[in-house]
């Protein structure tokens, strides 16, 4: 594919915030392609992950559209192997923030996925999977992807339909209250 | 030898039987694996996608319950997120101030943090696992299968060699096991998209199961409740969408050890395994 580049900005705003958000060292990358060639998903890629970081570099906004952020699976291999210590892997965790916090359009159920996880955690402290799975249907209306296995899970013991909560609810509400509240306070 | 035990949410559900398997082949070992106390998830992928505070602040406040010990970790994932947590907070003193102030407690990034491939090949060591060696796995081929987040940064992890770790081979090749030579053993699975997007997750797992058959393998064996789970559970799925036959069982490395220790198949939760391997098993005579 060919990444067309507009306008005169490199290294400018945009970049610098997401250099802030992801600490990905992306203005050191040599355009090698290693990371590219190692990627599990760069052949389903709208950008490939070389791309990803010129674009950026070149203050294309548009990046936080791309479906390669919820295509990359973080098995940080392009991390990894860079000869210049470029991470896109946190490259991507930290433009999904962005996306998200932005309120970019997406198509993929995985930023639903993450706001129905991360309030599993703050209210038990370990995840139930059988809860996790049935909340997640609910609320992407995906209600029979792997209803087939259910019976089989169930019979296999894979699915608990108990499990334990940790203690410290309480303790827990008020770590995630101060880690939002953080967040805010951020420059 | 006692280790604090960072269980983790998959091994305390889905992966029941990893739990029940490592507990038992620790036991045969000599190594107690006492859980931490009121540990937390470790915030897993969904912590680092969408809040890099808590996804410090979670494993911190586990690793800090356990403060002056050695953590055990089964989960790859969760090992890698504890290992990240422990390399940020240490490495700056700013971060860490910042995640004592989210917790609520200072914590220092220093608590020692092994996956149990880690303590088994090189705590306990390769020949103490052979010498507790009563039925050896002999004329089991198999490929170990290490996922991402073992191996995966090594400079956070320092696990073994990030592009052909063999910690896994050495310890099942110590219970007799033939492990094969194979080029995947760290491609990944697709873990994190196991529930959001199944379409990655059965291309990913095809190249790995094709790739495993290909190298001549009878069974994968692997240390993560999530490779497990995609290559397994999802097995079928897999088939049935690109039309080749693979019926490799895939076992937790913890339970190729216990039967090579002679456990029963009740102990290291055979039963819950969806490609069967009972006749593989019984081929071998390893079965009991």
Redesign the interface.
Known sequence: MTVTLSGPEIAGDFAAAVEQESHANLMACLQCKKCTSGC??AA?ADLKPHEMVRKVQFGQRDVLSSKML??C?????C??RCPQKVSVAALN?GL??MS?AAQTPSK???PT???I??KA?RKR??????L??AA?KLRTLRLF??MG?LP??LG?????LW?AA???RR??E???A??AQ??ETKP | MSYAFFPG??M???A??YQKSALAVSKALGLELPEIP????C????????????AL??PA?SLSAAAGQTVAVGCAACYHRLKAANWEIAQSAEVRQ?VA????RDYDGQTEVLHLLEIMARDIGLHKIAAAVKKPLTGLKLVTYYG??LA???DVNRFDD?ENPTLMDQVLAAAGASVLAWPHK???C????S????A?VQ??TREILAMAKAAGADCIATACPLCQMNLD?RQADTERASGERFGLPVFYFTQLLGLAFGLSRKEL?L????VSPHKLLADHGIAI
């Not at chain 1, 699976?73 to 291999?77: A, E």
């Not at chain 1, 296999?156 to 608990?160: C, E, T």
């Not at chain 2, 915030?43 to 808590?54: F, I, K, N, R």
Request: with cysteine; hydrophobic share 40%; charged share 20%.
């Open positions: 599990p998903v389903l919820w295509q699976t973080s098995c940080l291999t991390a990894t965790d999904r923030r998200v993929s159920a995985a996925f993450n706001r996880f991360m955690v402290g370990r995840m139930h999977e059988a996790l799975m997640f992807d792997d296995k089989m899970m296999k013991g894979k699915l608990p499990s940790a203690p410290g303790e827990r008020r770590l995630f101060r880690a953080m967040k | 949410c998959s305390a559900g889905t029941h039987d009121g540990w937390i998830c915030g897993s992928t969904s912590a680092h996608q969408t809040d890099q505070l808590l602040a979670l406040k910042t102030a989210v917790v609520g991402c987040l995966r940064p090594s990030p760290t491609e990944c697709g873990a994190g998209y529930i959001t997007d199944v990655i291309r990913l559970l939760g039963k819950s395994l969806v």
